[in-house]
């Protein structure tokens, strides 16, 4: 049991480069959700999922993308990387009033 | 909409003595409250939480918190800091499942 899987785990991109960061788990969890972390501000809600075919915007989706057409699989899409996008990327699944589950990040540089 | 404040941004404690990191909430719901640990350079692991059954909530490795809804907290505490306590440590309040507010986080360093 994997668990929640990101990859990759590093990552460094130019300014304006695209790239996907995928999430997959395994657990058949219907709730998916991605975060970003920066130093001082905990993590924020950049998108989230409650099943196949459903995402929504969280706190900060600006400059990102997700589709969600699989329970399983929930990547998250950087359309036109920016240097403010240099952050440690969490992805996250649960099931309705069960633990929240985090992958071990992606760590994500842009120049 | 749902909002947590963590008090301090950093702890130091000696090994061996008590710790406490504290949190304010706000929520429109009555809210799930957790406790996150991130060790360096790792990802997040639940130390507890609070789904309005007991107000003293006993989590992994000795710590606990009370949520006190008159005060609106949620404090952590830990009657004896082992070093491995060492990490960032995050109040997190929702009020579905799915949808987690954190706070900035407090660091705990354990000095020996």
């Known amino acids: 049991n994997a668990g929640v899987t990101q990859t990759p785990k590093f990552q460094v991109l130019k300014t304006g480069q695209s790239m996907t960061l995928q999430c997959a788990q395994d657990m058949n969890h219907e709730y998916m959700s991605w975060y970003r972390q920066d130093p001082g501000m905990g993590l924020r809600l950049i998108h989230y999922?409650?099943?196949?075919?459903?995402?929504d915007q969280g706190e900060v989706p600006n400059g990102y993308n997700v589709s969600r057409s699989t329970t399983e699989d929930f990547p998250l899409r950087l359309l036109s990387a920016a240097p403010s996008q240099t952050s440690v990327y969490f992805c996250?699944?649960?099931?309705?009033?069960?633990?929240?589950?985090f992958g071990q990040g992606t760590r994500l540089t842009v120049v | 909409a749902q909002s947590v404040t963590q008090l301090d941004s950093h702890v130091s404690v000696s090994e061996g003595t008590p710790v406490l990191l504290r949190c304010n909430y706000s929520?429109?719901?009555?809210?799930?409250l957790f406790w996150y640990v991130q060790h360096p350079n790792k990802g997040l692991q639940l130390l507890l939480k609070?789904?309005?059954?007991?107000?003293l909530v006993k989590g992994i490795n000795g710590f606990e918190a009370e949520f006190k809804k008159s005060e609106t907290s949620f404090h952590l505490t830990k009657p004896s800091a082992h070093m491995s306590d060492a990490a960032e440590y995050f109040c997190?309040?929702?009020?579905?499942?799915?949808?987690?507010?954190f706070g900035a986080g407090t660091t705990v360093t354990v000095r020996a």
């Open positions: 929520s429109s719901y009555s809210p799930s």
């Open positions: 996250a699944s649960s099931r309705a009033e069960r633990e929240v589950f």
């Open positions: 999922s409650v099943g196949a075919g459903i995402t």
């Open positions: 609070y789904t309005s059954a007991a107000t």
């Open positions: 997190v309040v929702s009020s579905n499942d799915y949808k987690l507010s």
